[in-house]
């Protein structure tokens, strides 16, 4: 399987690099967010994801080992393939949908453009313990903001622990985006 590629960078669209790597011409598939971190510069490194099906092989392009992450989380799930996990993470970013799966925020998912009521409950189903390590795992891409990595700390300086707060914290931030630290701190207490 091909895991990364490492080349120079010949064509870039929205959804689409083609990456010349030893004078071979690799078309790949790329997400929004991956689109939007790649500079302009002429050699580039992306980690990939190849999908082989009896009429195609497709190769999936990310700008971070994460976005590579949860995108085979995404694609584990029934009913979720590589199109509508690629059209998840254009649509929101992989915080976001971590956030959403860990608060089971239905409504956020379900914003995402051919994803139904049943595909959302079902992606919040089987990815609910999944998420929650992958967020823990990769703090740097998926923290939700420094406002929720300033109220953990504060928290664990209380006396709780990261686990207990992370799942908290999740739901008070999807709950009231752009909340400042101090309230979040207060309802998070109130909550724990």
């Known amino acids: 399987m091909i895991t990364q590629i490492k080349g120079k960078l010949i064509e870039k669209s929205p959804t689409e690099l083609v990456i010349d790597c030893g004078g071979i011409g690799y078309s790949i598939n790329i997400s929004l967010n991956t689109y939007s971190q790649i500079g302009d510069d002429e050699n580039i490194k992306l980690f990939t994801h190849l999908i082989i099906k009896e009429d195609s092989h497709s190769l999936y392009g990310f700008f971070k080992k994460s976005e590579r992450s949860l995108f085979k989380l995404l694609i584990s799930v029934s009913g979720v393939g590589a199109s509508t996990a690629r059209m998840m993470l254009s649509s929101l970013s992989p915080g976001e949908i971590i956030s959403a799966i860990l608060s089971d925020s239905v409504q956020i998912i379900q914003s995402v453009k051919g994803i139904g009521a049943k595909t959302a409950q079902r992606v919040i189903l089987e990815l609910k313990d999944k998420a929650m390590m992958l967020e823990s795992t990769d703090k740097e891409q998926f923290s939700l903001s420094n406002e929720s990595t300033e ?38 207490l109130n909550k724990l």
Do not use: F, M, R
């Not at 686990?163 to 985006?177: D, M, W």
């Open 151 to 188: 109220a953990a700390s504060a928290l664990e300086v209380l006396g709780y622990s990261q686990k207990q707060t992370n799942k908290i914290l999740t739901q008070i931030i999807s709950e009231n985006p752009g909340i400042n630290v101090e309230t979040l701190i207060k309802k998070a």
